[in-house]
């Protein structure tokens, strides 16, 4: 066993510099890093390009991160609910690209699968393809999507083991599998951490091959964005 | 009568097919889940992971973890599965998917549609609404006749930025049912009391009439 269990946070962000590149996983805010995202939030940091399918609100999530102005640039599919975000991207502050939240994903996994670029039908007659190479298969236009990669990765999972073994819950998964196998250093924070050989082999969604460090989350908060009910 | 948005949603509940999966839009395509017929059976997807969608839970029962791609909380029903975003674009893509309902801030008389910017105003971004009209092989739009200003969303040619083209089968807004065909709209329903001619001056886009328009049937 490859043991990828780090102690504290700080171990867990070590090396983490200025002007690096850095995928959150996370859909709106369900799935997000939040103790690593906290952390980053009080360090002297800046100049980052964030891959994230959303950039947080105002007060959570990648947002605190904004309000520091510690993204230089943010690489998304969807960034509504966030004011300050609105307010950087406009006054040209911040850099955005956004792209379809597919192409996204799989650009993701396509980086860490070793696959450099591949063709997508997502986008085509846009403004996403501009400048983007076109190529016809089976009759229907596809443009060229280039894989993405990062200094580092951050996710979050539900269960994991001292092996770097995750095992998600609910839609909190979405880009965090994708995500892990992005990250040159990929690190997870989790619910519930365990020695190796509590969990299932066959139960695991994210292989510790792609896990470098496990650190074990505290004081979650998961905030509800949109908390919709039915009457009894 | 023109059509409120729970109507148009009734009316687009009447083309989901028996044993079929189907992605609904922020807006009025969620309504469509309240009106599925009787003996019809549907899987709804959410492209932030969830296949099997089921009802808002009761108060107190919202999982943090368990929301769809508008970040409500929502329910699982039996056979639902979870998975993560790349496998649930490649049902998209892959076109495991039947048909997708999406709102429109415009759709032309090509069935190109923008819904995800409009310039120096909102950016909120396309989410997975680009991958979602690239690639359903049904694309049913929901959307209100015209926007707040009174201007017709109906058009020959888009304005807004496009989100893709040649996508839109039908859609149905609070006047009227149009397909979109190859020599562009044709209307073939209109809301009750409604008439062709109002429809014709709520309208930027030319419309192909054929005899009588029938009344829908709600």
């Known amino acids: 066993m490859i043991n990828k269990f780090v102690e504290n946070i700080e171990l867990a962000l070590d090396g983490v510099k200025s002007n690096m590149t850095c995928m959150f996983g996370g859909f709106g805010l369900s799935g997000i890093p939040e103790n690593i995202i906290k952390e980053l939030s009080n360090r002297e940091v800046d100049g980052l390009t964030c891959i994230s399918n959303n950039a947080g609100v105002d007060e959570f999530g990648l947002g605190l991160l904004l309000k520091r102005k510690q993204i230089k640039k943010m690489i998304s599919s969807y960034v509504g609910e966030n004011a300050e975000f609105e307010r950087q991207m406009l006054s040209g502050e911040l850099e955005v690209d956004l792209i379809p939240q597919g192409t996204l994903a799989e650009r993701c996994r396509a980086g860490g699968a070793g696959i450099p670029a591949f063709y997508t039908p997502a986008g085509y007659g846009t403004e996403v393809a501009k400048d983007k190479e076109v190529r016809i298969f089976n009759g229907k236009p596809h443009i060229l999507e280039n894989s993405l990669v990062a200094d580092f990765a951050f996710v979050k999972a539900w269960k994991g083991d001292t092996a770097g073994n995750l095992i998600y819950k609910g839609t909190a998964r979405n880009f965090n599998p994708l995500m892990a196998m992005a990250g040159k250093i990929t690190v997870a924070e989790v619910e519930e951490l365990y020695p190796a050989g509590e969990l299932d082999p066959n139960h695991i969604h994210t292989p510790g091959i792609f896990v470098q460090r496990i650190m074990q989350g505290e004081n979650y908060e998961k905030r509800i964005e949109q908390r919709t009910t039915r009457k009894r | ?218």
């Open chain 2, 1 to 218: 009568m023109a059509l409120d948005k729970n109507q148009i949603a009734k009316r687009i509940a009447k083309e989901l097919e028996h044993n079929t999966y189907v992605n609904l839009g922020i807006g009025i395509p969620t309504l469509v889940a309240n009106y599925i017929p009787e003996g019809i059976d549907i899987e709804f997807q959410s492209e932030n992971g969830v296949l099997g969608m089921g009802p808002f839970p009761f108060d107190g029962e919202e999982d943090p973890d368990l929301i769809n791609a508008g970040k409500q909380t929502i329910t699982t029903l039996d056979g639902a599965v979870l998975f993560d975003s790349a496998i649930s674009f490649a049902m998209i893509r892959g076109q495991h998917v039947q048909l997708t309902v999406l709102g429109a801030m415009e759709v032309s008389e090509k069935g190109d549609i923008a819904n995800w910017k409009i310039p120096g105003k909102m950016v909120k971004g396309m989410g997975g609404a680009m991958d979602l009209v690239a690639s359903a092989q049904n694309i049913i739009v929901a959307m209100m006749h015209t926007n707040r200003m009174g201007e017709s969303k109906i058009l020959n040619k888009c304005t807004l930025p496009i989100t893709g083209i040649n996508c839109v089968k039908k859609v149905v807004t609070n006047l009227a049912v149009l397909e979109i065909t190859e020599d562009g709209f044709k209307l073939s329903e209109r809301a009750p009391g409604v008439s062709v001619s109002e429809i014709i001056a709520a309208t930027e886009a030319n419309l192909i009439i054929t005899g009588e328009v029938p009344e829908m049937i709600i």
